[in-house]
Nanobody, 123 residues
Framework: QVQLVESGGGLVQAGGSLRLSCAGS????????MGWFRQAPGKEREFVAT????????NYVDSVKGRFTISRDNAKDTVYLQMNSLKPEDTATYYC????????????????WGQGTQVTVSS
């Protein structure tokens, strides 16, 4: 079983930046594709970004392209989401997830999920 722990959330003004971190357990972290999803109150969980196990491919939902960057440091068993130019619409609980096979926008492709970290962007 893989455990994922998100951190780095908080309250930020519109236009500001945050960097989320997701620390994974286990020596097999480097073999997983990773994703970030978010969920705002009353809304469905939304795909944000994904990255392949080697970091050679990334993908983003259109609304965050050019503002968010997903990256990973396999030596530290950690994936990051750098969020710049934050908007109130980015307010949500952010979850990281691990997939053994797919760098996907579909949540059912992910085997393990963290507990989430809250991001609140004030207007």
């Amino acid at each position: 079983q893989v455990q994922l722990v998100e951190s780095g959330g908080g309250l930020v003004q519109a236009g500001g930046s945050l960097r989320l971190s997701c620390a994974g357990s286990g020596r097999t972290f480097s073999g997983y594709s990773m994703g970030w999803f978010r969920q705002a109150p009353g809304k469905e969980r939304e795909f944000v970004a994904t990255i392949t196990s080697g970091g050679d491919y990334t993908n983003y939902v259109d609304s965050v392209k050019g503002r968010f960057t997903i990256s990973r440091d396999n030596a530290k068993d950690t994936v990051y989401l750098q969020m710049n130019s934050l908007k109130p619409e980015d307010t949500a609980t952010y979850y990281c997830a691990a997939s053994q096979r797919f760098a996907s926008h579909l949540p059912y492709h992910y085997n393990y999920w963290g507990q989430g970290t809250q991001v609140t962007v004030s207007s």
